[in-house]
């Protein structure tokens, strides 16, 4: 099976070679882990923006809540280091022909650090490497 597919590989994708989709995605522990997650990344070490009552209601998609979930420590060296965690790994899954991987992100509720990290993650590994 793998030696088939690496001969189609071989024929379609000549000119690019193979290349790994890696679909990241945030949950909530409190709903569980989700089943097809392939490597999956905890950020309940860093504060919970749902304490601060403005940013409550708010998701990891606004600018708030990104900004105070980045302003604190070990946030932004966390991306880093993922960032750099993965580039060592692509090589390999691609040669154990795998084409898709699930990185799934999570905090208790899902809706403020995870969505926050991974946002900030997805655009790291698509090149739109963000500020500080």
Known sequence: MHQLAAKVGQIFDADRGPRLRVAVMSFGFKYGIPLDADIVLD??????????????????????VAAFVFDRLGAAEFVTRTVAMLDAMISGYVREGRRYITLAVGCTGGKHRSVAVAERLAAELAGERSAP
């Open 43 to 64: 950020m309940r070490f860093l504060p919970n923006p749902f304490w601060i009552p403005e940013l409550r209601g708010k998701t990891g998609r606004d600018p708030e």
